[in-house]
């Protein structure tokens, strides 16, 4: 059964920083591109970052570009977000994402998602 399991939430001071990981198992998630999304409370959903499978293209949403960096070991089934210069703003859930089709992950339709795990940043 494909699953995708998020770790590295924690309670971190503003200005301070923070390395999310995704595993990936029981699919083909090494040919598969691979992204992070958040949820704010009492937001919608919004795109933080998306990688390849060859960890060679990406794409980050404006609100965290320059800042955060997603990272995956070519045909590697795990990622990472580094987050840096956290602000109160960048508390959210942090969800991984996968899906076959680059367009499709990006937007956040469909694809296989992870439970999320839990980011606060105090100011």
């Known amino acids: 059964q494909a699953q995708l399991t998020e770790s590295g939430g924690a309670l971190v001071q503003t200005g301070g920083t923070l390395r999310l990981s995704c595993a990936a198992s029981g699919a083909s998630f090494g040919s598969y591109p691979m992204a992070w999304f958040r949820r704010a409370p009492g937001k919608a959903r919004e795109f933080v970052a998306a990688?390849?499978?060859?960890?060679?293209?990406?794409s980050y949403g404006e609100s965290v570009a320059g800042r955060f960096f997603i990272g995956r070991a070519s045909g590697k089934t795990t990622i990472s977000l580094q987050m840096n210069n956290l602000a109160p703003e960048d508390t959210a859930v942090y969800y991984c994402?996968?899906?076959?089709?680059?367009?499709?992950?990006?937007?956040?339709?469909?694809?296989?998602w992870g439970q999320g795990t839990q980011v606060t940043v105090s100011s």
């Open positions: 990688i390849d499978w060859a960890g060679q293209a990406t």
């Open positions: 994402a996968s899906d076959e089709n680059w367009g499709r992950l990006v937007a956040g339709i469909g694809g296989i």
